[in-house]
């Protein structure tokens, strides 16, 4: 019964889902085309007041995710990496001043929400080379 399963939904085409409302927007506003799954939005659960073991600094006046401590909430989690640059803490836009994000994401309880973009790329396929 496992491989007839298998079989009918492989055997089914699906449609690529539309590109998010979002993405468009910030191309709008950036005058610059992005890819619709450049923009990730990600949540995180937390109390207030908790650390999340991770530090920030500028580049090109966006805040990146400079360290992840080991140990921490953000590492254990693993959503956030090295290099990603916060866009957003719940639809709050960031300055370019890490202290404030620290001072946001501290005083944050609950369900907190980043938009980020993410800083690895997707791996490309490897070329096939004919004979």
């Keep these: 019964s496992l491989l007839e399963t298998h079989d009918s939904v492989a055997s089914k085409t699906y449609e690529t889902p539309p590109p998010s409302?979002?993405?468009?927007?910030?191309a709008a506003l950036n005058n610059q085309p992005v890819?619709?799954?450049?923009?990730?939005?990600?949540?995180i659960r937390k109390v207030s007041g908790e650390h999340l073991g991770v530090t920030f600094r500028v580049e090109n006046s966006e805040l990146v995710i400079a360290r992840i401590l080991h140990g921490g909430m953000i590492d254990q989690q693993g959503l956030l990496h090295v290099g990603d640059i916060i866009k957003e803490v719940n639809g709050k836009e960031v300055d370019n001043d890490p202290k404030v994000l620290q001072e946001m994401l501290k005083e944050a309880s609950g369900s907190v929400v980043l938009k980020i973009l993410p800083s690895y790329q997707e791996p490309h396929t490897p070329r096939q080379v004919s004979p």
């Design 35 to 43: 890819p619709p799954d450049a923009v990730r939005m990600v949540g």
């Design 21 to 26: 409302p979002c993405s468009f927007m910030d």
